[in-house]
């Protein structure tokens, strides 16, 4: 399904940190949406998940208004993880992950076969079946962001959006995440992350969306957004531009001023 924002102006504490933002995310594609501390990214991806409000404009999926949609029927669709997300209870891995499938359930119905099935997937998929009985809280960091992560592909929606998803994990599961979530968009899904590292944004996602002081600075394919002009203006910085079979890399390498 895709999803589309249209021109969102979006506050924070009384003050509009998202100024008419317009995007549209394809079914098939990894997007990812770039930019600066502060630029607005995490508050307009909570827009897109249905989680804030706008002040102004509208956010449809398949062309159908969010706002206007029961939860239930969001929730089927939308997968949402949050930056730094957190579990205060000691409940097994397996259980945590069998919340992704509420949504799917009716009231005091148990888990089904199918639900079982999305279960042990996602458990799977992110390389956290051996951990199915270990409480969550105690777990590393990068072991619980792979639960959470698994919790929401429980839920098998047509549309991801993460917050930051790789921060607290060691490199092989940062690539290992964004492989997965590549192979999740190319089986007809919509996937949007908040990104800071550059070199996985241009090697992994097909569309960027770079974020400057809650506008859109620009939008298009790495090469096209990734640009020094780009990186100059926005972050401040020089890269380091390059192709390592067939994909393109960009590294941050000095400040520009």
């Given at each position: 399904m895709s999803l589309?924002?249209?021109?969102?102006?979006l506050?924070?504490?009384g003050r509009a940190?998202?100024?008419?933002?317009?995007?549209t995310?394809q079914p098939?594609?990894v997007?990812?949406?770039l930019?600066?501390?502060?630029?607005?990214?995490?508050?307009?991806?909570?827009a897109?998940?249905g989680?804030?409000?706008?002040?102004?404009g509208?956010?449809?999926l398949?062309?159908a208004r969010l706002?206007r949609?029961?939860?239930?029927?969001r929730?089927r669709e939308?997968?949402?993880l949050?930056?730094?997300a957190?579990?205060?209870?000691?409940?097994p891995v397996?259980?945590?992950v069998?919340?992704g499938?509420?949504?799917h359930?009716?009231?005091?119905?148990?888990?089904g076969?199918a639900?079982?099935y999305?279960v042990?997937?996602?458990?799977a998929?992110?390389g956290?079946e051996?951990?199915?009985?270990?409480?969550?809280t105690q777990?590393s960091?990068g072991e619980?962001?792979r639960?959470?992560?698994?919790?929401?592909?429980?839920?098998?929606p047509?549309?991801?959006?993460a917050d930051?998803?790789?921060?607290?994990?060691?490199?092989?599961?940062?690539?290992?995440?964004?492989?997965?979530v590549?192979d999740?968009?190319?089986?007809?899904?919509?996937v949007?992350?908040?990104l800071?590292d550059?070199?996985?944004?241009?090697?992994?996602?097909?569309?960027l969306?770079?974020?400057d002081e809650?506008?859109?600075?620009?939008?298009?394919?790495?090469?096209?957004?990734?640009?020094?002009?780009h990186?100059?203006?926005?972050?401040?910085?020089r890269?380091?531009?390059?192709?390592?079979d067939?994909?393109?890399?960009?590294?941050?390498w000095?400040?520009?001023?």
């Amino acid at each position: 399904m895709s999803l589309e924002a249209e021109v969102l102006t979006l506050a924070q504490g009384g003050r509009a940190v998202v100024h008419g933002v317009s995007l549209t995310l394809q079914p098939g594609e990894v997007a990812a949406i770039l930019g600066p501390n502060g630029a607005g990214k995490s508050t307009l991806l909570r827009a897109l998940a249905g989680l804030h409000a706008p002040e102004q404009g509208e956010v449809r999926l398949n062309g159908a208004r969010l706002d206007r949609m029961r939860g239930r029927d969001r929730a089927r669709e939308l997968g949402y993880l949050p930056q730094a997300a957190t579990v205060h209870w000691p409940l097994p891995v397996e259980r945590v992950v069998a919340l992704g499938r509420l949504p799917h359930l009716g009231p005091w119905q148990r888990l089904g076969s199918a639900d079982a099935y999305a279960v042990d997937r996602a458990l799977a998929a992110t390389g956290v079946e051996a951990l199915r009985d270990r409480p969550v809280t105690q777990l590393s960091g990068g072991e619980r962001a792979r639960v959470l992560l698994a919790r929401v592909l429980a839920g098998e929606p047509s549309t991801l959006l993460a917050d930051e998803p790789v921060a607290g994990l060691d490199p092989y599961h940062q690539v290992h995440f964004m492989e997965l979530v590549r192979d999740y968009a190319r089986a007809g899904r919509t996937v949007a992350l908040v990104l800071h590292d550059l070199n996985l944004a241009a090697r992994f996602c097909d569309r960027l969306f770079l974020m400057d002081e809650g506008a859109l600075a620009a939008q298009g394919t790495a090469r096209e957004v990734l640009d020094p002009r780009h990186l100059g203006d926005v972050f401040g910085i020089r890269a380091v531009y390059g192709e390592q079979d067939g994909e393109p890399y960009v590294v941050p390498w000095g400040r520009s001023s």
